[in-house]
């Protein structure tokens, strides 16, 4: 295949201050879990962008000094000379692909817990630290200005040592002292570094121009700004920003810009369609002479060409989408459209940052498994033997077992029990805000249909004598799962009384289209995640009057951890959902609900004649039971492997049943110890040497 020339503007070159992208894609700066814990990895999870056609690739957030401690959360450090090998690896393998490296320093003064350092936090002005924990940080004076200046050139030095191309000054996200310097509810110091515009800018001013002092002989000086906090006059808005740009324009090698906080800059597909940001950052090509760099979870290059041909931006900023198909570029570049795997919007990846562990996506199960279990997002192991392989279920985890097997170069048979492949993702996809998720069933369907070796069979409901007839070596049983209708999840043990009543619900019932006729309706969410609340707009959408009951203090609270959480209160409250918190489900008769408090004995009794719980699920895993219930007839049929997989297995999330069907599928046939460390454990570790 060959490039498409609307695509060739994609391709062209971008002069950055002393250095040159060899294209316009740029891996903007993205958490991952990994960071300086685990160098190795990180490396070469950079290394894969490299390799897949991005012209830039960015660390995470890095540390400059033991006062800007982000633990628990593990980012970037260069707090001292130590700290730069773990560094110069990753730039070391993003340069072997002919990428620039670049690095996002930052100090984030009242947003850091300094848990592991110790150190006293601080910030424009006192204040307490903005996430929780119960500490204050200190006013800064003019000598911890000049500290914290002294501590960036430091670091930028070090960057440099390490082999960086791109050295970041941070202004984004409120997680940054210079941006918090900007910011008038933050910054209301009455010396040279506060008050009018003009003095909140003296810091960033600073510190952009000792950047290019130390560094900006060989490196480019990026900087990263939010053009908008959605908060008025209390926060950066657009107005400000325009004059902040205009103070600034030329000062930087290029502008790397974005809305914030996080949760505004990296919406879900549920929230922000491609391209959301573009009312809030295009302006800023019209003010600067300077390169441009924004991001809008881009997947298509048609939206690519627009935004550089109309002068918005010049280079394609990705985080999401890198994820999802680090080889995004390549494939634009070798006319392989078809083969892009987009990015969903789920934001799996973001919570790998958030609870502390490493980087995960729904659509790329090889991301944060580069270095611990070698995989490559476009490369498998080829087949071992003429083995032919069945695996029943076309959900997630089917889908991908299919699909990588087939890539292998195994004979695939895959039945699939309806006339519809997709299993969980196509009825999930189906929901409000959730269209994008198809994207997970669609790539593998599109890989899957012109592999000559994998045969797919519709409407096709096995037996375990079916399955022993057909005479393969191995069966995936990929059948996943169902909603329980009692109640019973994390915090009933026992089925509520009333739940075989006619007026109960499953959110299997309302992604059939079984939705309750009449209202009030009670939606009882022991999942916690973001089902619930889609299933609340679903019921609100027919015109009923819905009480959402969580058992957790928050509504949807795992969402915090994909960043949907504000943005989900904001939603039911605006459609009008009733909100209640901290309730058990007690029992219900057909017109009322007995909800009960999770602190105390208070019973709320709510008027209802439909009641939905989102609890838990059980694994459709009967065929797997029979199977084993036979197995001693396998060896006769010429099974010699039977494996359960996904939520057939254990019910879990889309990424968990994506990433189990890769997994087996890598592993199938593979040597002893080929796929992790030693002694069973199924990958590599960082070690400590003494």
Not at 444 to 450: E, H, L, Q
Not at 506 to 531: C, H, K, Q, W
């Amino acid at each position: 295949m060959t490039r498409d020339p609307r695509y060739d503007i994609l391709f062209e070159p971008v002069k950055i201050g002393p250095v040159t992208a060899r294209n316009r894609f740029y891996q903007v700066p993205h958490c991952n879990g990994m960071g300086h814990q685990m160098p190795e990895a990180h490396a070469a999870m950079r290394e894969i962008k490299a390799q897949g056609g991005w012209a830039v690739v960015s660390t995470e957030e890095c540390e400059i000094h033991p006062s800007g401690d982000v633990t628990p959360y593990v980012e970037a450090r260069l707090w001292d000379d130590g700290d730069i090998p773990t560094l110069a690896l990753m730039c070391e393998k993003v340069k072997a692909h002919g990428a620039l490296s670049a690095v996002e320093l930052t100090h984030n003064g009242y947003t850091a817990s300094n848990l592991y350092s110790r150190e006293v936090p601080i910030s424009p002005m006192h204040t307490p630290l903005k996430y929780g924990y119960p500490l204050q940080a200190r006013a800064m004076t003019l000598h911890d200005i000049r500290e914290y200046r002294r501590w960036h050139k430091n670091a930028a030095l070090r960057a440099k040592r390490a082999g960086f191309d791109i050295i970041y000054v941070y202004a984004a996200h409120d997680l940054s002292l210079a941006m918090h310097f900007l910011q008038r509810r933050r910054n209301q110091r009455t010396d040279n570094y506060g008050g009018t515009l003009e003095n909140r800018i003296r810091l960033l001013r600073e510190v952009l121009q000792d950047t290019k002092d130390a560094v900006g002989d060989t490196c480019a000086v990026a900087l990263r700004f939010a053009t908008e906090e959605f908060l008025g006059e209390e926060g950066v808005h657009t107005a400000e920003a325009k004059e902040i740009v205009h103070h600034l324009a030329d000062l930087p090698d290029i502008w790397d810009v974005n809305v914030a906080s996080w949760y505004n800059d990296s919406l879900t597909s549920r929230f922000g369609a491609e391209g959301y940001q573009q009312p809030f950052t295009s302006w800023v090509k019209q003010i600067t002479n300077k390169p441009v760099v924004g991001v809008g979870r881009f997947t298509s290059p048609d939206t690519m060409v627009r935004l550089i041909c109309e002068g918005a931006l010049d280079m394609i900023g990705a985080a999401r989408p890198s994820i999802a198909d680090p080889f995004l570029p390549r494939k634009i570049e070798t006319g392989a459209i078809d083969a892009i795997r987009e990015c969903i919007g789920c934001n799996i990846c973001v919570s790998g940052d958030m609870t502390i562990t490493p980087i995960r996506c729904t659509q790329n199960p090889t991301m944060g498994e580069e270095w611990r279990k070698g995989w490559h997002p476009e490369t498998m192991p080829a087949k071992k033997s003429e083995k032919r392989i069945l695996v029943v279920g076309a959900g997630p985890a089917g889908l991908e077992a299919t699909r990588a097997l087939g890539q292998r170069g195994y004979e695939v048979m895959l039945a699939e029990a309806t006339e519809q492949l997709g299993g969980r993702v196509l009825k999930e996809s189906a929901l409000p805000g959730l269209a994008e998720w198809r994207r997970v069933r669609d790539w593998r369907v599109g890989r899957i249909d012109p592999m000559p070796n994998v045969s797919v069979f519709r409407g096709n409901a096995l037996s375990a004598q079916d399955v022993l007839d057909i005479g393969v070596d191995a069966v995936v049983l990929a059948t996943g799962a169902h909603w329980v209708r009692n109640g019973i999840g994390r915090s009933l043990t026992e089925a509520f009384s009333g739940h075989d009543l006619p007026g109960v619900f499953t959110p299997d019932d309302l992604m059939a289209g079984r939705i309750p006729e009449s209202g009030p309706v009670v939606l009882y969410d022991d999942d916690n995640f973001y089902l619930a609340s889609v299933l609340a707009e679903v019921l609100v959408a027919k015109g009923l009057d819905v009480h959402f009951v969580s058992t957790e203090d928050t509504i949807a609270g795992w969402t915090a951890n994909t960043l949907d959480y504000r943005h989900i209160q904001k939603r039911l409250r605006k459609l009008g959902v009733h909100l209640h918190t901290g309730k058990t489900l007690g029992g219900f008769d057909g017109q009322q609900v007995r909800l009960d408090c999770v602190w105390s004995d208070d019973v709320l009794a709510l008027p209802a004649t439909s009641l939905v719980t989102v609890s838990m699920r059980l694994p459709n895993d009967s065929l797997h039971q029979e199977l084993l219930a036979r197995q001693g007839e396998w060896a006769a049929a010429g099974i010699g492997q039977v494996q359960c997989i996904g939520d057939a297995l254990a019910p879990g999330l889309i990424v968990h049943a994506v990433y189990a069907g890769h997994r087996f599928a890598r592993e199938f046939e593979a040597d002893a110890g080929e796929n992790g460390d030693s002694d069973g454990v199924p990958f590599k570790r960082v070690r400590h040497r003494f």
